[in-house]
């Protein structure tokens, strides 16, 4: 039985990944190919599967000229580098790893807040400059975040923590036909 050709239009970051794509099938890596039309018009029948990142995926040319073209599979997040409606027309299955960074991305977001808020930066550069030995450093303010999640509505509110505006703002913002959940930091 004739092996199943997957050609990785990236180089290969992950040692295991292409470790287990050779273990399992013919992998060819385009990348490092030369003379790609000439590879392409040699190999093209035995290529059912292209494996790439949001580098390098699967064009319009490049699904053309592959006519037993099964699946295309990203190992990243985005989808721009494969042409969607080209694999749509030809019954092409696409893959990818959507929401992998998600949660990474949301702490990242809340620490950037934290530090800008607080202005971490600027505190950094103050003491490592030597400048704390001539003076204290100018204190920041208690901030409040209010992050809003509902299924029509994503919003934050920055203010200066009291608690009459606190009071306030729920007050003006929470109905009995809203469901909110509420993330006080």
């Known amino acids: 039985m004739e092996s199943i050709g997957v050609l990785m239009t990236c180089p290969p970051f ?17 990348h490092s190919i ?16 292209v ?17 037993n073209l099964e699946i295309v599979s990203s190992f990243s997040v985005g989808l721009d580098k494969i042409d969607l409606a080209k694999c749509r027309e030809r019954g092409i299955r696409v893959t990818n790893t959507p929401d ?20 971490l930066c600027p505190s950094d550069r103050y003491v490592r400059s030597g400048q704390w030995k001539r003076g204290d450093y100018k204190l920041t303010t208690k901030v409040c975040f209010f992050f809003f999640f509902s299924s029509y509505y994503y919003s934050a509110l920055v203010f200066r923590f009291d608690f009459l505006s606190f009071l ?11 469901f909110w959940d509420v993330l006080i930091i």
């Not at 990474?104 to 620490?111: M, N």
């Not at 306030?168 to 809203?178: G, H, M, N, R």
């Open 14 to 30: 992950d040692p295991y990944l292409v470790e287990q794509l050779e273990k399992r099938f013919t992998l060819f890596k385009f």
């Open 34 to 49: 030369p003379d790609k039309a000439h590879f392409l018009n040699s190999n093209k029948a035995s290529i059912r599967a």
């Open 51 to 67: 494996v790439g990142n949001a580098s390098a995926g699967a064009d319009a040319q490049l699904i053309h000229q592959l006519p």
């Open 100 to 119: 992998v960074l998600t949660d990474d991305v949301a702490d990242l977001a809340i620490g950037l807040m934290l530090a800008v808020l607080r202005r």
């Open 168 to 178: 306030l703002f729920l007050f003006c913002f929470v109905s009995d036909e809203c």
